[in-house]
Structures are given as structure tokens and as C-alpha cells.
Nanobody
Framework: QVQLVESGGGLVQAGGSLNLSCAAS????????ITWYRQAPGRERQLVMS????????NIKDSVMGRFTISRDNAKSTAYLQMNNLKPEDTARYYC?????????WGQGTQVTVSS
């Protein structure tokens, strides 16, 4: 059974940090590009950033550049999103996506709330 399970969200004050995790199972994680998305209430889902199978960071959303870092540990089938200097506008539900070979997997998301 394919699963992506996000964790690590929570409530944090502006300027704080969170490290989100995306644990994968049921497919060959190593061969999939991983992308973090986010969606705030009443708004469209936004792409935050991606990491390729080679570990290269791509598709970085301008507003998170220099604050967020994406990484992956293929041995643990887990991807991470380190978020520093969080701002209230980063408040959203964060989703992990795995994509390759015409297949597209999503997790259920983890809520991040940044208070001012």
C-alpha cells in the first residue's frame, strides 16, 4: 500500500522554525521527485519546492527562498522540509507529493500555523 505521511507541523511564533517530515512506503522512493506544496484556507495549493532523485533542489517558491530547505534520506524513504524564520503568511497545510513514471502520490498533510 502506497503511503506518504507528513509530520512535524504545529504552532510556532513568527521567526521560529519547524522541520517537516514526509515518510514514504509502498513504492520505490529513491526514483521519485519529491515536492512540498502548501494550501491556506480559501487559497489555491502552492508549490513550495522540490527535490530530484539526484538530490537537487528545484522549483523554489520565491517567498521561501533562503528560509526553507528541502532534503531527502533515501535510506529512510523520508523527505524533509526545514523551515526557518517562519512568517504568518507561511500558515497553511503542507503536503508532500511523490511523482515519477506517470504516478502521483499525495499525503494527507500537516498543519503549520505561524502566529505574529
Amino acid at each position: 500500500q502506497v503511503q506518504l505521511v507528513e509530520s512535524g507541523g504545529g504552532l510556532v511564533q513568527a521567526g521560529g522554525s519547524l522541520n517537516l517530515s514526509c515518510a514514504a512506503s509502498g513504492f520505490a522512493f529513491t526514483w521519485y521527485t519529491i515536492t512540498w506544496y502548501r494550501q491556506a484556507p480559501g487559497r489555491e495549493r502552492q508549490l513550495v519546492m522540490s527535490i530530484t532523485t539526484n538530490g537537487d533542489t528545484t522549483n523554489i517558491k520565491d517567498s521561501v527562498m533562503g528560509r526553507f530547505t528541502i532534503s531527502r534520506d533515501n535510506a529512510k524513504s523520508t523527505a524533509y522540509l526545514q523551515m526557518n524564520n517562519l512568517k504568518p503568511e507561511d500558515t497553511a497545510r503542507y503536503y508532500c507529493n511523490a511523482r515519477a513514471y506517470g504516478q502521483d502520490y499525495w499525503g494527507q498533510g500537516t498543519q503549520v500555523t505561524v502566529s505574529s
